[in-house]
């Protein structure tokens, strides 16, 4: 119950008082009391018969009674405190349902029970501090009594005090291994499992590191490598994520080429590459001129322009053997025209191109003309 419930109650029982005064005042008094109402143990005093009329006799009060007083006998101050005891605190005012009457809060009631509760609330915050104090001194306690306390590293063996050994917050068994041995595994872990797979060490234990339990227990670079993996796995979600490709550099940035275009310029090394064709920027070139150049095509067409030119050349200077199943070109420089196919072996003028060469007319060493 809190102090606004212990006013009210406070309050309702001051109004009960109350009501129960105004009844009794409404009910008459009789002015005398019979005589042996003091001397009759069973007499009852009527319902709303106030005592203040009432002589009390020493006689009838066992704790003023003196030994050597008579009995009939009694102190005026002693009657004085018998009858003040006897009488009702009572508000004079009365008031109806209507017209309820003001409280006062000064009247001695309200300031009775506004005594008692602030009594009671010192006691309770006093109580409050010592329970307190007491749970601070045992966790004290436990915390140095903790602090001395030292476990084998289950991995080198050496002996580590408890609250130094590493642990995760969602294991539920004991701390084994000591912070040197822990960031060690940590980097196995990251070399070989990558980013997901940094499990704790424990021998039976599948959770997965934290983050924050990475950051806490590993070395600056095992974690700044490992939030490098971090970052890229989740940037990669992104189809124009890119990674730099330059040798040493692990950067990636966002490279949207429908704003920026083909040419990825890192934001780490300043490295430039064509995201058409991943690879180094070909300065000069558009991707049209770099395939074309890079795929062999032009290579092609060189050689087939260079074969026709030699043909052309050769068509110039030589003549075809007029063997229909040879047609191998032939040069001649100077001399006799009677020529012999070097390939079919086919005789032939090479002026006139016929096979009966010796009665041709032209000129033919080899027979004399």
Known sequence: MDISDLFTEALKEQLRRREAARRQRSVSVPT??????????????????????????????????????????????????????????????????????????????????????????????????QLHEEELQAQEERLREAASRTRNCAVCGEATLIIELPSLSSCSHEAQICSDCYATWIASQLEGNGWQGVKCPGTTCKINLTYEEVKAYAAREVFERYDTLQTRSVLSLDPNFRCCTAQGCNSGQIHDTREVGNVFTCVECRARFCTVHEGAYHVGESCREYEYRTSGQKERDERERETKASEDALGRLSKRCPNQSCNSPIQKNGGCNHITCFKCKHDFCYHCLVSNWKTCGHLHLDVGQ
Not at 85 to 96: E, F, H, L, Y
Not at 103 to 110: E, G
């Open 32 to 129: 005398d009391i019979e005589e042996n109402s003091d001397d009759d143990s069973l007499y009852m005093t009527p319902r709303g018969v106030s005592f203040r009329s009432k002589k009390r006799h020493r006689s009838q009060s066992p704790d003023l009674l003196d030994g050597n007083a008579n009995a009939g006998t009694a102190r005026p101050d002693e009657d004085a405190l018998f009858e003040n005891s006897q009488k009702q605190w009572t508000d004079p005012r009365s008031g109806t349902k209507s017209r309820p009457i003001e409280l006062d809060r000064t009247s001695s009631p309200f300031q009775d029970y506004t005594a008692a509760i602030e009594d009671f609330e010192l006691q309770d915050a006093a109580i409050a501090r």
